[in-house]
Structure formats: structure tokens, C-alpha cells
């Protein structure tokens, strides 16, 4: 089992940047699928972007060229770099990371207004 920890979320406006970060309680090069999900209101979970134990990443076409995952092995971080940030982005951000099951963190809040 995993233990997930999101930090960063909060409110930004339109056109903004903000950064989302994931703790791991162990090693996370040992973990297949690391990665950020996420749920607006009324909405279902949808994937927002992983990144595999090789460092294949893999975008949401809504998020492709604003977005960047990335992991820090030697802290077992994810974070989650969002730019030119839209309403539409607004939503629970979600860790994920996949090691014989799929493991969730609590989620942080991302609010995009003006």
C-alpha cells in the first residue's frame, strides 16, 4: 500500500500558473504508475497525467502543452506543473499512484477565478 500526500492547491486566476506536489511514504521508483487525477463538480474522476516507473508520461488532451508531470526519486515526489490555468481547470486534484492496486491520496483543491 501506498500513503499519498498532496500539497499546493489554492485559488489562481485565469492565465495563472500554480504547482501541485505528491508525497510517497516509500520509494516511488519501485511503483508501475504514478499520477494526478482529478473532479469537478457534478464531473467523474478523469486522468489528468501519469508517469510510469520508466518516465513515460501521458496527458489528458485537454491539459497537453499547459501541464507537466514530473517525479523527484530521491525525495518520492510527483508534482504537477500547470500553466495558463482556465475555469475549466477547477476542480479536486487527485495523487495516484499504481502498485498492485490503485492508491489515492486525499486530494487538494484548485480553484481557477477571477
Not at 16 to 38: E, F, K, P, T, V
Request: hydrophobic content about 35%.
Amino acid at each position: 500500500q501506498v500513503h499519498l500526500v498532496e500539497s499546493g492547491g489554492g485559488l489562481v486566476q485565469p492565465g495563472g500558473s500554480l504547482s501541485l506536489s505528491c508525497a510517497a511514504n516509500r520509494a516511488i521508483s519501485s511503483i508501475d504508475i504514478m499520477g494526478w487525477y482529478r473532479q469537478a463538480p457534478g464531473k467523474q474522476r478523469e486522468a489528468v497525467a501519469t508517469i510510469t516507473s520508466v518516465g513515460f508520461q501521458n496527458y489528458a488532451e485537454s491539459v497537453k502543452g499547459r501541464f507537466t508531470i514530473s517525479r523527484d526519486i530521491a525525495k518520492n515526489t510527483v508534482s504537477l506543473q500547470m500553466a495558463r490555468l482556465t475555469p475549466e481547470d477547477t476542480a479536486v486534484y487527485y495523487c495516484t499512484a499504481y502498485s498492485g492496486g490503485w492508491n489515492w491520496g486525499n486530494g487538494t483543491q484548485v480553484t481557477v477565478s477571477s
